[in-house]
């Protein structure tokens, strides 16, 4: 269901279509790509002028442009779930039962 405000046939409608249609592709569940839509839509429809943006709203670059640049970034690179699953597509043994250092120089040295 799209967020508040949004008309069916908009184009805030189909945005929020397309992007929960990429994220059930990506494999997530209904309720998550329900929610990673919506929260793409808003923040658009904040950065078009709504009266209440917040300032990385308004200030950051368009997450469009953005296309998952700051994906895996940050203190601590990318989460032990998504090491998990790169190992699970390498077919890494025992990645189960590595930490996430483990995890993380199986990927790299599989890739």
């Known amino acids: 269901m799209p967020p508040r405000g949004v008309k069916k046939g908009s ?3 189909r945005q929020y279509e ?8 990506q494999g997530r569940s209904n309720d998550r790509a329900e929610e990673i839509a919506a929260r793409t839509v808003n923040k658009e429809k904040a950065r078009q002028g709504a ?4 300032k990385t ?10 296309g998952g640049k700051r994906s895996g970034s940050g203190g601590g690179g990318r989460t032990r779930d998504q ?3 790169d190992a699970k597509k390498l077919n890494v043994e ?3 039962k590595m930490t996430k250092e483990q995890l993380q120089k199986a990927v790299s040295a599989k890739s």
């Open 94 to 96: 025992g990645r189960s």
């Open 51 to 54: 009266k209440t943006a917040s």
């Open 57 to 66: 709203s308004t200030n950051d670059i368009s997450s469009g442009r953005r």
């Open 83 to 85: 090491l998990y699953n």
């Open 18 to 25: 397309e992007v929960k249609k990429s994220e059930k592709e």
């Open 11 to 13: 184009k805030r409608d």
